[in-house]
C-alpha cells in the first residue's frame, strides 16, 4: 500500500495562492497573505490537486443546457423532418457533459441519448449505413450501422429496460432493444487507470466502481465519462470512447509520489513538475508554497517557468512612545465644495440682496502646525477656501471678498482631529480633519467644517438684521508635513 506523508495532511492553502506546508501563527500567515496579495476563500491540499478538473461553473451550465434542450426539441417530435432538428440540436449539449456525479445525472443523459437516437432511426431507417447525412449520428459493429446515440446509451447503462418513457413510439424501442443485445454480447472494453491514489475512488458514468485484481476493470464498448474523486473532490476526469474488446489507459498525472516529491524538493531555481502545470493554470498561474521558519516564513513561488525564493520581511516594529513632543508644520493644496445658503455670499448688489444658494467647486489652500504629545496630537492652522463662480463672494462691511479663510484651533490623534474657528466673514464654525501619511513627508488631508448659522445686524440699517444660514465646506488635499 502506498503510504503519504503526514505532512501532506497538515498542508492548508490561504486564497487562492499560499500553501502552507506546516500550520503557520496568524502573525506569519497574515503577513505572507497580504505580500502575496491573496483574496479568495481558504483551499486545502486536495483543492489545489483538484484545481483543473473539479466540478465548476461549465459543469452546471453544460447540464442546464441539456435539460433545457431535450424540454425545447421535444416539440419537433410530430412535424415533419422534426427528427433533423432533434438530432441536430442534441449534439452540442449532450458533447458539453464531461462528468456523471450521480444516478439523477445518469438518467438525464440516458434520456438525451435514447431520445436522439430515436429521432436517428426513425429518419434514417434502413437507410443510415448509407446515407452521407447520418455521418455523425452512426457507428458500426461487425458490418451493421447502429444509431450511435443508442450506442452511447446502451455503454452509459447497459442493463436498463427500455421503457416508453425513454422512447414513446413501439418500433424504435425494439430496435434500441436490438442494438443493446448486440452491444452487451460484443466483446467488452477494459478501463486500466495508473497512479490512483490509494484512498480515491474511480467512477465510472456516475458509479463507483470496482477495479479488480489485473487493475483494471471491463465497461460495454462506447462513450464513458469516467473520474477519481479523492477526499470528495474530483482530482482527474476523462471523456472517453472505448472501441469493442479495446483497452484503454486512464493515468493520473498528479500522483501522490509526484506531488510528495515536489513538496519536499522545492529550491530556488528548481522545475515545477509537468503534472502540476494544469492546476497551477487554473489557479491563476501561480501558487506560494510556505512553511514557518526561524525568524520569517519560508516561502517559494511556484510558476510554469520554476520555482523562485520569495523574500519575506516583517515591518519594522515602531518605536514605542517616549514622551517626546514633537512640532510639526504642515501646507497643502487641493479642492473640494461649498455650500452656503446667505445671500451675502451669492448676491454682493446690495440693491438685490435675498437668501440665495451657492453649490461651488472650491479651490482649497491649508496652511497648519501640529504639536504632538505621544499619542495626541493638538493643531491650529487656517484653511482658505476659493468658491468658483462670478458672483460667489462674501460682503463685509462696504467691501466683498472672495477668500473664505477657516482660522481654527483643535486637538485629536494623528489620524483623526476635531476643531472650532471662525469662517470669515460671519459664521463660527466646527470642523473634522483626517491626515494620513503616503510617502516620506507627504501627506493626503481630507477636511470639512460647519458653519453655524446665526444672527447679524446690518451695517447700514439701524434696528435691523438678517440670519446667516448653514454652511459646509468640504475637501482633499495633498501636501507635505515638515
Not at 112 to 120: K, T
Not at 142 to 165: C, H, M, Q, S
Not at 367 to 394: C, K, N, Q, R
Request: charged share 20%; proline share 7%; with cysteine.
Amino acid at each position: 500500500m502506498f503510504v503519504i506523508p503526514s505532512l501532506l495532511f497538515a498542508i492548508t492553502v490561504q486564497a487562492t495562492e499560499v500553501v502552507w506546508l506546516y500550520p503557520p501563527t496568524d502573525a506569519d500567515r497574515d503577513l505572507v497573505t497580504i505580500q502575496a496579495g491573496a483574496t479568495g476563500p481558504a483551499l486545502n491540499a486536495i483543492d489545489v490537486r483538484s484545481a483543473a478538473t473539479a466540478w465548476n461553473d461549465t459543469d452546471d451550465t453544460a447540464w442546464r443546457d441539456l435539460e433545457t434542450t431535450l424540454q425545447d426539441v421535444r416539440v419537433f417530435e410530430t412535424k415533419l423532418d422534426g427528427e433533423l432538428v432533434i438530432m441536430r440540436d442534441l449534439i452540442l449539449p449532450i458533447s458539453r457533459i464531461t462528468m456523471v456525479r450521480d444516478e439523477n445525472d445518469r438518467n438525464k443523459l440516458f434520456a438525451a441519448l435514447a431520445y436522439q437516437g430515436f429521432a436517428v432511426n426513425r429518419f434514417f431507417d434502413a437507410s443510415l449505413a448509407d446515407d452521407p447525412k447520418a455521418e455523425p449520428y452512426r457507428m458500426f459493429l461487425e458490418g451493421d450501422a447502429i444509431e450511435k446515440p443508442w450506442f452511447n446509451a446502451v455503454a452509459l447503462d447497459p442493463k436498463r429496460e427500455i421503457t416508453p418513457y425513454d422512447i414513446a413510439e413501439a418500433p424504435q424501442r425494439v430496435q434500441y432493444k436490438k442494438v443493446a443485445a448486440l452491444l452487451t454480447s460484443a466483446p467488452p472494453a477494459s478501463l486500466t487507470p495508473e497512479g490512483l491514489p490509494e484512498s480515491a475512488t474511480l467512477f465510472v458514468d456516475g458509479r463507483a466502481a470496482a477495479i479488480g485484481p489485473a487493475g483494471n476493470l471491463r465497461v460495454v464498448a462506447g462513450r464513458h465519462l469516467v473520474h477519481v474523486s479523492l477526499q470528495g473532490s474530483v482530482i482527474a476526469r476523462w471523456d472517453i470512447h472505448a472501441d469493442v474488446g479495446a483497452s484503454v489507459t486512464l493515468p493520473v498525472e498528479l500522483t501522490d509520489k509526484v506531488w510528495r516529491g515536489f513538496l519536499v524538493s522545492l529550491t530556488d531555481g528548481g522545475a515545477t513538475p509537468t503534472a502540476l502545470l494544469p492546476q497551477l493554470e487554473a489557479l491563476g498561474g501561480e501558487i506560494w508554497i510556505a512553511q514557518p521558519g526561524e525568524k520569517v516564513p519560508m516561502v517559494f513561488s511556484v510558476t510554469a517557468d520554476g520555482i523562485k525564493s520569495i523574500t519575506i520581511e516583517r515591518p519594522k516594529a515602531e518605536k514605542p512612545d517616549d514622551g517626546t513632543r514633537r512640532l510639526h508644520a504642515t501646507v497643502a493644496v487641493g479642492g473640494g465644495w461649498f455650500y452656503s445658503g446667505d445671500f451675502l455670499l451669492q448676491n454682493p448688489d446690495p440693491l438685490l440682496a435675498n437668501k440665495r444658494t451657492v453649490n461651488a467647486i472650491s479651490a482649497r489652500l491649508h496652511l497648519g502646525g501640529e504639536y504632538h504629545m505621544g499619542s495626541l496630537v493638538m493643531i491650529a492652522g487656517v484653511d482658505t477656501d476659493l468658491p468658483l463662480g462670478e458672483l460667489h463672494v462674501a460682503k463685509t462691511g462696504g467691501n466683498y471678498v472672495r477668500f473664505r479663510p477657516y482660522p481654527y484651533v483643535g486637538f485629536g490623534v494623528p489620524l483623526l482631529q476635531v476643531n472650532l474657528g471662525y469662517v470669515l466673514p460671519y459664521h463660527p464654525a466646527v470642523g473634522v480633519s483626517a491626515v494620513l501619511p503616503l510617502s516620506g513627508p507627504v501627506i493626503l488631508r481630507a477636511s470639512g467644517r460647519c458653519g453655524i448659522p446665526g444672527t447679524l445686524s446690518y451695517d447700514d440699517k439701524a434696528n435691523s438684521s438678517y440670519d446667516t444660514a448653514t454652511l459646509i465646506s468640504v475637501g482633499a488635499s495633498v501636501g507635505i508635513r515638515l
